[in-house]
């Protein structure tokens, strides 16, 4: 008998998976004209439309998935009119997979069908489901899922939260002007553009599993912040190289904020057991990195309200924060307890009204800044404000604020300290209320006067903040110190800080390599040369319909400006799943070059100036090579180019990014991909972002393109 029930078992899926080609277009349970939907659901397996490519299908009613099931619409469109239901009620953990459909006006259906928490209106399942070129539009918190796949997708209009899963892997896709975007406890999100959302265009529950937030761009998201927080997890938290920009959080930071779930639980009066449950939970791990924050609002803090748990410990690395305002304290963070260490971050023209330009710590706050630029921020007490709040600042730069400096208050104000630090140029004092004891090792303050017991001496810095030559700065630092944690050796721009004696403040020195070129290191989004190797998520953004026509010669505009520039620079980052380099490329018209790969090493550099051209390996000697006769050593942007990028497209959102597909042949190498171009405000192309392969192998490439004035390339004259 229980041979016989196995061998029943494995039979049923077969029988069930008879695929079905629906023909009743005009309704679900349409009857007289063939497959209806509804039959071909309770059937499973493949789910094909013979029908025109825009059908409009009415939903009626809910419909039960109970086999393993694949709908290829075709872009057919299931509209429910308003009707409160389900359009795939997933049975236990069964399979579903919708590609290329539309689903419309889906509302909820009636309480006591579904659990309340679990409810949604287009797909409700505890297992897989896969969506790939699916649009969900105007629909009452449409999908709640165990596991979630997402791939170029959008979701629209929608009321509620637009996807609740426990675990989500979301890629390319498009949310905008729903209630709320996505709520999630693990996976990935990356490449997504998540606009204008009246809640949290992204909330984090307590992670279960690691969670990954790449290369997303959070926009004009408003009531709250854009991407939410728990500060509780048995796991780890990534947010890295995602854009916020113009959001406003309301009373919280415009573009995160950290919550712990217990406080929620204890304020809404849940019961004991739910509480101490919650408390149970650990502190996740949460790492941000590369990401830039611009133009966000809010009233605890323009960009981020960081309310930790004590013991918790929150750490930054090369996140820019830019033009961001808060209504009351904190320009771009606001921290409350627990420990918040920012690195290489770059802190410029924000704003508070009251407290903190930059950062204001309060509530037994730990601030630890290091190797970082604080510049021209505005409040009226202090660019960084600790009240009972430890404040420790590393090779920091302080200048130019429309505010004292460093400002603190409070008991912990003793346990402060300030290290290999430059104040310069800060209106209302460089320090108030900061004990002499704080000073350890050498600083500077300039003019100065306010901070007790440190240097007084112009620190002559340029515009970008650099001790020029001759500058106290250098060589006033302590060499353990400098190559010490949390210092660790680099710089602001990850440039190694030298020894014995380092340079005080966030550059050890100019940042230009010895060729002469620019670093690429965190520029315009770049990443330094030490990060991962093909990191997850995506360059290239998910593009609008495609429109040749219209927008190749916004292209060809493009491409042939710069063929008529006298200089053009190029930074670019090849990787492969085996490697990642640097390359810097400098052409001055009509003849000269000068490249550099990996310049952090200089494992290579190369001059070709006319009909002469030099080579230098490391720290060898220039020898003579092979000069460049003509056109571009590197592959884009050629003459052209413009005519290799197929299916144009704009970003939805976003018209200064094109995207599109592209292939070339650079010598004995065929690359062929997807390519996304930015444009700057002057309508050149400011960045070309490539993922696809390079002789057969998957690669990713990232370049940054200027046109420097006044380039001049010269023979080498030694080894540099």
């Not at 297992?127 to 997402?150: M, N």
């Not at 918040?340 to 601030?367: E, M, P, S, Y």
């Not at 696809?692 to 990232?702: D, K, M, T, V």
Request: with cysteine; hydrophobic share 40%; proline share 7%.
């Amino acid at each position: 008998m229980k041979r016989a029930l196995g061998v029943l078992a494995l039979a049923a899926p077969l029988v069930a998976h008879a695929d079905s080609v629906v023909t009743a277009c005009q309704r679900d349970t349409q009857t007289g004209a063939g497959v209806n939907l509804a039959a071909a659901i309770a059937a499973g397996g493949v789910i094909r439309f013979a029908c025109p490519g825009s059908a409009r299908i009415l939903i009626t009613r809910t419909h039960r998935v109970t086999v393993p099931t694949r709908v290829e619409g075709g872009g057919v469109i299931l509209d429910g009119g308003g009707v409160r239901a389900v359009l795939f009620q997933v049975s236990g953990r069964t399979n579903l997979s919708l590609n290329n459909i539309v689903v419309r006006r889906m509302r909820l259906p009636p309480l006591g069908q579904v659990p309340p928490l679990r409810r949604a209106s287009v797909v409700h399942s505890f297992g897989p489901v896969e969506l790939d070129r699916v649009r969900i539009e105007e629909s009452e918190s449409p999908i709640t899922g165990g596991k979630l796949t997402v791939e170029s997708s959008f979701f629209e209009r929608n009321s509620g939260t637009a996807i609740r899963a426990d675990e989500a892997y979301i890629r390319r896709s498009f949310f905008r002007n729903n209630a709320a975007g996505i709520v999630v406890a693990a996976g990935e999100l990356t490449d997504n553009a998540l606009f204008q959302h009246t809640a949290s265009a992204v909330y984090v529950r307590p992670v279960t599993a690691p969670l990954l937030i790449r290369d997303n761009r959070f926009s004009n998201n408003q009531a709250d912040s854009a991407l939410v927080l728990s500060t509780r997890g048995r796991s780890r938290v990534d947010v890295r190289a995602n854009r916020f920009a113009d959001n406003d959080g309301g009373q919280w930071g415009g573009a995160l904020r950290f919550y712990d779930p217990a406080e929620i639980a204890r304020a809404n009066k849940q019961s004991p057991v739910i509480i101490r449950a919650l408390e149970r939970i650990p502190p996740a791990t949460i790492a941000l990195a590369y990401n830039r924050f611009e133009r966000n609002s809010g009233q605890l803090s323009g960009a981020i309200t960081a309310e930790l748990l004590n013991g918790s410990t929150v750490t930054s690395v090369g996140d820019q924060f830019l033009r961001n305002r808060s209504r009351y304290g904190g320009g771009a963070i606001a921290l409350s307890r627990g420990r918040l260490q920012i690195a290489h971050a770059l802190f410029a023209d924000n704003r508070a009204v009251a407290r903190g330009g930059a950062v204001w710590a309060v509530n037994a706050g730990q601030l630890a800044l290091v190797n970082s630029l604080v510049v021209r921020n505005a409040a009226i007490d202090g660019a960084i404000v600790g009240n009972n709040s430890r404040v420790r600042l590393h090779h920091v730069t302080l200048a130019a604020n429309t505010a004292a400096g460093l400002v603190l208050s409070g008991a912990a104000a003793a346990t402060s300290r300030v290290e290999h630090s430059i104040f310069s140029g800060n209106q209302g004092g460089d320090c108030v209320g900061v004990p002499a004891a704080a000073f350890q090792s050498a600083n500077l303050q300039s003019p100065g006067g306010a901070c007790a017991g440190v240097t007084r001496s112009d620190a002559f810095l340029d515009a970008l903040f650099v001790p020029l030559p001759g500058s106290p700065a250098y060589g006033a630092g302590e060499g353990t110190r400098c190559q010490a944690e949390p210092v660790g050796g680099r710089d602001f721009v990850f440039q190694p800080r030298s020894g014995p004696m380092c340079t005080l403040g966030a550059f050890e020195g100019p940042p230009i390599q010895k060729a002469n070129l620019e670093r690429l290191r965190e520029r315009r989004g770049a990443v330094p040369d030490d990060a991962p190797i093909m990191p997850a998520g995506a360059l290239v953004p998910p593009g609008g319909p495609p429109n040749d026509e219209a927008l190749r010669p916004r292209l060809r505009a493009a491409v042939d400006a710069d063929e008529s520039s006298p200089a053009i620079f190029m930074a670019t980052r090849v990787e492969s799943h085996k490697a990642a380099d640097i390359f810097l490329v400098e052409h001055v018209r009509p003849d000269k070059w000068r490249i550099v790969r990996n310049p952090a090493g200089r494992s290579f550099s190369y001059v070709s100036i006319g009909a002469s051209a030099w080579m230098g390996a490391g720290t060898q000697q220039w020898r003579p090579a092979p000069p460049i006769a003509q056109g571009n050593p590197f592959p884009v942007p050629f003459p052209d180019f413009a005519d290799r990028v197929t299916d144009l497209a704009e970003v939805p959102g976003d018209a200064s990014v094109l995207v599109g597909n592209t292939h070339w042949v650079n010598g004995a190498m065929r690359t062929e991909g997807r390519v996304a171009i930015v444009f700057a405000s002057d309508g050149r192309i400011a960045q070309i972002r490539f993922e696809g392969l390079c002789a057969g192998e998957s690669c990713r490439i990232l370049q940054v393109i200027e046109r420097p004035v006044g380039a001049e390339i010269r023979p080498p004259a030694t080894n540099e």
